[in-house]
């Protein structure tokens, strides 16, 4: 024989799935009133019923980030937000162009050391020059 292929495929009967999701709804009504009385015996069951290595040792996942939703009075509109990196690139460049606009106009310290420093040099090459 060659394989699976030719086999024919099973499908569920629509009035089975029925009857079993009739059955669920049953369950889950009839147990609603016993589900409180022994919902704390769950919750105890629940965690010790862990698979594996799990159960034996607590492990906390440093890399797993937990969303948790914050409501609306909880958060505070007056902090400061944290600037996305494209964000802060454009700030960077921004304070870069406004730096170079105050070098030129001279405003800076550094542009005063230079501005001083080119002043000297000419006196020194207009005093080589009269040598001359």
Do not use: C
């Not at 060659?2 to 629509?14: A, D, E, I, L, V």
């Not at 290595?53 to 400061?80: C, F, H, M, Y």
């Not at 996305?84 to 606009?101: G, H, L, V």
């Amino acid at each position: 024989k060659k394989g699976h292929k030719g086999r024919g495929k099973q499908f569920s009967n629509p009035e089975e799935i029925d009857r079993q999701m009739r059955l669920q709804r049953e369950k889950e009504e009839s147990g609603g009133a016993e589900k409180e009385s022994s919902e704390s015996e769950e919750e105890s069951s629940s965690e010790d019923k862990r698979s594996g290595v799990e159960g034996l040792i607590e492990i906390e996942n440093p890399n797993r980030v937990s969303q948790k939703s914050k409501k609306v009075t909880e958060v505070d509109v007056s902090a400061p937000r944290e600037l996305s990196r494209r964000e802060e690139e454009i700030e960077k460049q921004k304070s870069a162009e406004r730096y170079r606009k105050l070098h030129l106009e001279g405003k800076t310290e550094q542009a005063r050391a230079d501005l001083a420093r080119l002043a000297i040099i000419k006196k020194q090459r207009e005093e080589a020059a009269r040598k001359r």
